[in-house]
């Protein structure tokens, strides 16, 4: 397929196309009377999660002690926050429309960026990709790789493949501080270094996911310059290889602060093609009114 016709495909699927940031926010906010009514953090009391994602059950650790807590390092991450159940959820359906329209396949390799402590994402879409890469800070990192450990069983059965030509999938943990433009690091996550340039782009990323990661001003800038740093390698080679699909981000946040909102928004499209996903295919999940959004991005050519 050629690279105009993945970007076509893209964009069909990805619904109406955002063209003004302030007009968005307004539409969205003034629709979703449970925006700002709590901070969505699943558990807060508890230790110990029992999830379930459409049939799959996974038990997962966080700490709402160290998120209370006033050290210097960020805390966000090691609890367990709603928007990513309702991701792992939406992106586990048989019904995906990323999957129904073959954006997402079994040779797809998936990037989240600041995942934190919960692999809920990962656990539950791995089974349909080649590859899923969880990356967050390096404080975080211990606590993912053992709430993967002890969801392995989980993740096992359900994700055998009996097609040679499609290998079983790959759960990874990388340590990625976009936060603070650790941008070099992004071929090591890639499981790529040392490789030539061609290849690393033809290898590259097919989505960039993220989960309630711009939360204050402050984390703009560093978060989309991230997005368009992974999105890049890949599309700079489309005339090179015209097998490729453009990589794109798909981002899903709760609905908290109109101002972050737009701000995040502004930041975005200046970069990026922002859509909201169709209500016919945000499911229950991201329905209009709920509190929550999902939105694709394709990076301007």
Not at 22 to 49: A, C, H, R, W, Y
Not at 71 to 86: C, D, E, H, M, P
Not at 161 to 172: A, C, I
Not at 219 to 240: D, G, I, T, W
Request: with cysteine; proline share 5%; net charge negative.
């Amino acid at each position: 397929m050629h690279p105009c016709e993945h970007l076509s495909s893209l964009l069909e699927t990805a619904g109406i196309e955002i063209e003004d940031a302030e007009e968005e926010t307004f539409i969205v906010f003034s629709g979703n009377s449970e925006s700002s009514q709590d901070l969505g953090m699943v558990g807060p009391k508890s230790d110990n999660l029992e999830i379930s994602i459409n049939g799959s059950e996974f038990d997962i650790f966080q700490s709402p002690k160290i998120l209370a807590s006033t050290r210097n390092q960020g805390t966000t991450g090691f609890v367990v926050w709603k928007a990513s159940l309702k991701l792992a959820s939406w992106l586990k359906s048989p019904q995906n429309v990323l999957f129904r329209r073959g954006l997402l396949s079994q040779q797809s390799t998936i990037l989240e960026l600041g995942c934190g402590v919960s692999p809920v994402v990962g656990l539950s879409v791995v089974p349909r990709v080649s590859k899923f890469i969880a990356t967050d800070q390096d404080h975080v990192l211990k606590a993912l790789k053992q709430n993967i450990d002890e969801n392995r069983g989980a993740l096992n059965t359900s994700r055998s493949r009996k097609n040679p030509l499609h290998p079983s999938p790959e759960l990874l943990v990388k340590h990625l501080d976009w936060e603070l433009h650790d941008l070099d690091r992004l071929a090591h996550c890639l499981g790529q270094d040392g490789v030539p340039d061609k290849q690393i782009r033809r290898r590259g990323i097919d989505m960039v996911t993220a989960c309630d990661c711009v939360y204050n001003e402050y984390l703009m800038e560093p978060f989309v310059k991230a997005c368009v740093s992974v999105c890049k390698a890949r599309n700079e080679a489309l005339h090179e290889d015209s097998t490729e699909q453009p990589t794109f981000c798909l981002i899903a946040q709760q609905l908290r602060s109109s101002d972050i909102f737009e701000l995040w928004l502004k930041t975005m499209l200046r970069h990026f093609h922002v859509f909201k996903m169709p209500p016919e295919e945000a499911g229950p999940e991201f329905a209009e009114g709920c509190g929550f959004v999902i939105h694709l991005a394709v990076l301007k050519r």
